[in-house]
C-alpha cells in the first residue's frame, strides 16, 4: 500500500512538471510574437530617421544633432541588444554614450554656482599691474599688504598670478627704472642744459647755452657767443650758480650731452655745490628730454618766425622770451602754472571785455590780462 501511494504522488508531480513547462512554453511563444511585431515596427522607424538624416546631409557626412540621439537612444530599448548592429548606423558603444550623455544632462544643475573662490575683479587687477610698474621694487606680498591696508583682502598668490599673467617679472628681476621714471622721481633735484644753435640773416653760426630745472620748469640762459670755448662754458656754470643762490642747495643731478665743452673745470663747478654730473648717451636725445624738448619751444614759438640779425640782437630778443617763459607761460607738467607762479590765480569770466592782450617780445607773442 505504502508503494502504491508513493507511485501516485511520483506520477502526479510529473503530471503537474509537464502542465507548467506546457504553460510556460506558450507564454513564451506569445511573448515572442508580440515582441517580434515591435521589432519590425522599430526597425521601421530607425529606418526612417536614418533616411531623414541623410537627406538632410546629402553629398557630405550625416551628422546626429541631440534630437536624432534621443529619438535612437529611446528606440534602442525595445530592440534586444544583440540586434542594435544590424538595425542602427551606429555602433552599440555610441548608442551607449549617447544614453550616458542624456542621463548626465538630466542631472545636471545650471543654477549652482561654480566651485572654488570668486574670479578677481578687473579694477583690482589693474590696480595690482599699476602698482608694480610705478614700484619696481615690490614684489607680490609687499603690494598684497598695500591693497590690505587699502581695504581688500586678497592671496599672495592670487597676486603673483596676475604679475606673472600680466608679464611683470618678479622685484629682483625686475627691471630697473626707466629714464622717464627716474626723471619723474627726481625731478625736483634735476638740472639740464644744452646749446641752442641759431643762424642769422648772414649765416653767421651763433651758440646758445640754455639750463633748465625739471622741478619747476624755470628756464636760464647762459649766454651768447659765436666761438664757444671751454673757458666761455665755465664762466657761464659760475654765473648760474651766482643766479641760483640758495636755491642751487636743492639739486643734486646735472644732466648734459657728451659735448667737450663741457670740461672737467665746467663739471668741478657744479660738484663744488654738491651736484653731481650725468652724461648722455651718444646720439641719444631722449634721456636729455626736457632739454631738448624746451630748445624746441624757443625755435617754434620765436626763432622761426623772426630773423635774427647778430648777437646783440638774439641776446635782445631771447632775455624778452625769458620774462616771458618763466613769468607767463603756462606748463602742462605744473598744472597750466608759469615756472615762477605757485598758484594759479581763479576767477570767474563775467566780463570778457575786461581781458586785454599786450604783445611781447617784440610782437611775437601774445600775453592777456585782466583790465586794471
Request: proline share 5%; net charge positive; aromatic share 8%.
Amino acid at each position: 500500500m505504502l508503494r502504491d501511494q508513493g507511485g501516485g504522488c511520483d506520477h502526479l508531480e510529473v503530471l503537474l512538471s509537464l502542465v507548467y513547462r506546457l504553460v510556460r512554453g506558450l507564454f513564451g511563444l506569445l511573448t515572442v510574437l508580440i515582441r517580434s511585431d515591435l521589432s519590425k515596427d522599430v526597425e521601421l522607424l530607425v529606418l526612417r530617421h536614418e533616411n531623414q538624416v541623410l537627406r538632410r546631409r546629402l553629398g557630405s557626412q550625416p551628422r546626429w544633432n541631440h534630437t536624432d540621439r534621443l529619438w535612437l537612444a529611446a528606440l534602442s530599448r525595445l530592440i534586444h541588444r544583440r540586434r542594435w548592429a544590424e538595425v542602427f548606423p551606429v555602433t552599440p558603444a555610441t548608442i551607449l554614450r549617447w544614453h550616458r550623455y542624456l542621463v548626465a544632462r538630466k542631472w545636471t544643475f545650471t543654477d549652482r554656482r561654480r566651485p572654488g573662490r570668486p574670479c578677481t575683479r578687473r579694477p583690482v587687477k589693474a590696480l595690482i599691474v599699476r602698482m608694480a610698474r610705478e614700484n619696481p621694487g615690490w614684489g607680490h606680498r609687499r603690494i598684497q599688504g598695500e591693497l590690505a591696508r587699502l581695504g581688500y583682502n586678497i592671496a599672495a598668490s592670487t597676486v603673483w598670478e596676475i604679475l606673472h599673467a600680466a608679464g611683470i617679472d618678479p622685484a629682483p628681476r625686475r627691471a630697473g627704472p626707466t629714464w622717464r621714471q627716474f626723471l619723474t622721481a627726481q625731478a625736483h633735484t634735476i638740472i639740464a642744459c644744452d646749446f641752442l644753435v641759431v643762424e642769422t640773416m648772414l649765416l653767421k653760426r651763433l651758440y646758445v647755452l640754455v639750463f633748465i630745472e625739471h622741478g619747476t620748469r624755470r628756464l636760464h640762459l647762459g649766454g651768447v657767443t659765436a666761438r664757444p670755448t671751454g673757458a666761455w662754458t665755465v664762466q657761464q656754470a659760475r654765473n648760474l650758480a651766482m643766479d641760483l643762490g640758495e636755491r642751487i642747495a636743492g639739486l643734486r643731478f646735472l644732466i648734459h650731452d657728451r659735448d667737450p665743452l663741457f670740461t672737467s673745470t665746467f663739471r668741478e663747478v657744479f660738484r663744488a655745490e654738491g651736484l653731481r654730473s650725468i652724461t648722455t648717451l651718444p646720439r641719444t636725445p631722449r634721456m636729455n628730454a626736457i632739454c631738448e624738448r624746451v630748445i624746441g619751444t624757443i625755435r617754434r614759438e620765436l626763432l622761426d618766425r623772426i630773423l635774427i640779425l647778430n648777437e646783440r640782437h638774439l641776446t635782445f630778443v631771447l632775455r624778452e622770451y625769458l620774462i616771458h617763459y618763466n613769468g607767463h607761460r603756462p606748463h602742462q607738467s605744473r598744472n597750466q602754472r608759469p615756472p615762477d607762479i605757485a598758484t594759479q590765480p581763479s576767477s570767474d569770466l563775467d566780463d570778457l571785455r575786461s581781458i586785454h592782450r599786450k604783445p611781447v617780445v617784440i610782437g611775437m607773442i601774445s600775453q592777456y590780462h585782466y583790465a586794471a
